[in-house]
Nanobody, 117 residues
Framework: VQLQASGGGLVQAGGSLRLSCAAS????????MGWFRQAPGKEREFVARIMWSGGSTYYADSVKGRFTTSRDNAKNTVYLQMNSLKPEDTAVYYC???????????WGHGTLVTVSS
């Protein structure tokens, strides 16, 4: 199983980025696809998740209204659209997959997002 995250980069505060997570190696039907981030010196935190089947979503309060996660079944890819970015959004972002919303067993390598003030 592979989860390949991409799309990170440097952006000014107020700007936007879209992260992608290409999934392969198994069928992810009924799986939760999650986005997490880890800022320098901080613990990893939950950002958002989407249910592969049905597309229901859930967001951390810190990103609600600014970030949107979606999926493209045909491309087996999950996205995280990040708008109105803030310097505190700076972190390495990871995508993950799991059969439960609380336990993620597959993790991709992270992609760095840097938001300058």
């Amino acid at each position: 199983v592979q989860l390949q995250a991409s799309g990170g980069g440097l952006v000014q505060a107020g700007g936007s980025l879209r992260l992608s997570c290409a999934a392969s190696g198994r069928t992810f039907t009924n799986y939760f696809m999650g986005w997490f981030r880890q800022a320098p010196g901080k613990e990893r935190e939950f950002v958002a998740r989407i249910m592969w089947s049905g597309g229901s979503t859930y967001y951390a309060d810190s990103v609600k209204g600014r970030f949107t996660t979606s999926r493209d079944n045909a491309k087996n890819t999950v996205y995280l659209q990040m708008n109105s970015l803030k310097p505190e959004d700076t972190a390495v972002y990871y995508c993950a997959a799991g059969g439960s919303s609380l336990v993620y067993v597959y993790w991709g390598h992270g992609t760095l997002v840097t938001v300058s003030s």
